[in-house]
C-alpha cells in the first residue's frame, strides 16, 4: 500500500470513529435522547469502548490470515480510539453522577469540591466491583495510549514495548467483565462481546502453539557433494 493510500485510509476511519461522538453532540443539542439521556451517554461510550478495543484485538488475527501487513499501521488509531471512548465513558459517570451528588459547601470550583469528587470517586471504585473492573480497563488503556508513541518504543526497547502493549488483553477482558457485571437482566451484549473478545484472544494461543514447534526445530542439514569413487 503506497503513503498516499494509507493516508486516505487513515482519514476515512478518522471520520469514521469520530461519527458516534458527532452524533452525540448531534443528540445533545437536537434533545433526541431517551427519557434517560445519562443512561444513553453511558451505555454509547461503553460500548463503543469495547467495539473499538474489539477491532484493535482482530487487527493481528486478519494481519496473519490474509497477509494484509499493512493493517499493522491502524493498530494504534483504533486503539487510541478506545481509550478516547472509554474516557468519555469515565468522564459521564464521573461529572453526571458523582459530581452530582456533591454539596458544593465552597461553590464547584473550589480544592473542596476537588477533594469531595476525589473522594466519592475512589469510593465507588472501592465498593463496586463493576467499577473496580471498568477502572482497571481503563488504567491499562492509558498506560497503552501514553506508550504508543515511536518515541516510547525507543525508550523502552522492542521486547519491553511488546510486553507491556499486551496490556490490551486484559483491558478488553476487565472491560467485558465491567459490562457483565453492570447490566442487571439482559446480559445478552456483555456475553457477545465476550464471545469476540474469546475468539480473538483464543486465536494467538492457537498461533503460537503452532508456530512453536516449526521455531523448535532444528534445520535441515545441508547435503554434502559426495566424492566421485
Same mark, same amino acid.
Given at each position: 500500500? #503506497?503513503?498516499?493510500?494509507?493516508? &486516505?485510509?487513515?482519514?476515512?476511519?478518522?471520520?469514521?470513529?469520530?461519527?458516534?461522538? +458527532?452524533?452525540?453532540?448531534w443528540a445533545a443539542?437536537?434533545? @433526541?435522547?431517551?427519557?434517560?439521556?445519562? +443512561?444513553? /451517554?453511558?451505555?454509547?461510550?461503553?460500548?463503543?469502548? &469495547?467495539?473499538?478495543?474489539?477491532?484493535?484485538?482482530?487487527?493481528?488475527?486478519?494481519?496473519?490470515?490474509?497477509?494484509?501487513?499493512?493493517?499493522?499501521?491502524?493498530?494504534?488509531?483504533? =486503539?487510541?480510539?478506545?481509550?478516547?471512548?472509554?474516557?468519555? @465513558?469515565?468522564?459521564?459517570?464521573?461529572?453526571?453522577?458523582?459530581?452530582?451528588?456533591?454539596?458544593?459547601?465552597? =461553590?464547584?470550583?473550589?480544592?473542596?469540591?476537588?477533594?469531595?469528587?476525589?473522594?466519592?470517586?475512589? $469510593?465507588?471504585?472501592?465498593?463496586?466491583?463493576? /467499577?473496580?473492573?471498568?477502572? #482497571? $480497563?481503563?488504567t491499562c488503556l492509558?498506560?497503552?495510549? $501514553?506508550?504508543?508513541? +515511536?518515541?516510547?518504543?525507543?525508550?523502552?526497547? =522492542?521486547?519491553?514495548?511488546?510486553?507491556? @502493549?499486551?496490556?490490551?488483553?486484559?483491558?478488553? /477482558?476487565?472491560?467485558? /467483565? @465491567?459490562?457483565?457485571?453492570?447490566?442487571?437482566?439482559?446480559?445478552?451484549?456483555?456475553?457477545?462481546?465476550?464471545?469476540?473478545?474469546?475468539?480473538?484472544? =483464543?486465536?494467538?494461543?492457537?498461533?503460537?502453539?503452532?508456530?512453536?514447534?516449526?521455531?523448535?526445530?532444528?534445520?535441515?542439514?545441508?547435503?554434502?557433494?559426495?566424492?566421485?569413487?
Open positions: 500500500m #503506497t503513503r498516499g493510500w494509507t493516508r &486516505l485510509l487513515k482519514a476515512a476511519l478518522w471520520v469514521a470513529s469520530l461519527e458516534p461522538a +458527532a452524533w452525540l453532540v443539542y437536537g434533545g @433526541h435522547f431517551s427519557a434517560d439521556p445519562l +443512561a444513553d /451517554i453511558t451505555h454509547l461510550t461503553g460500548d463503543w469502548a &469495547l467495539r473499538f478495543l474489539c477491532i484493535t484485538l482482530a487487527i493481528t488475527p486478519l494481519r496473519r490470515l490474509t497477509g494484509w501487513n499493512d493493517l499493522v499501521r491502524f493498530r494504534r488509531l483504533m =486503539g487510541l480510539f478506545a481509550f478516547f471512548y472509554a474516557t468519555l @465513558h469515565l468522564l459521564t459517570w464521573v461529572v453526571f453522577d458523582r459530581a452530582g451528588s456533591l454539596d458544593y459547601p465552597n =461553590g464547584i470550583v473550589s480544592w473542596t469540591t476537588v477533594r469531595g469528587l476525589a473522594m466519592a470517586t475512589a $469510593a465507588d471504585v472501592y465498593k463496586r466491583p463493576f /467499577i473496580t473492573m471498568g477502572m #482497571t $480497563a481503563l492509558l498506560l497503552l495510549a $501514553a506508550t504508543s508513541t +515511536a518515541g516510547w518504543i525507543r525508550r523502552l526497547g =522492542g521486547k519491553r514495548w511488546q510486553a507491556l @502493549h499486551r496490556l490490551i488483553y486484559p483491558a478488553a /477482558i476487565a472491560g467485558v /467483565i @465491567h459490562y457483565l457485571w453492570l447490566v442487571k437482566s439482559d446480559i445478552s451484549r456483555p456475553i457477545a462481546y465476550g464471545l469476540v473478545v474469546a475468539a480473538l484472544l =483464543g486465536f494467538r494461543v492457537v498461533w503460537s502453539r503452532r508456530k512453536a514447534p516449526a521455531m523448535r526445530r532444528p534445520p535441515l542439514p545441508v547435503p554434502q557433494p559426495r566424492a566421485d569413487l
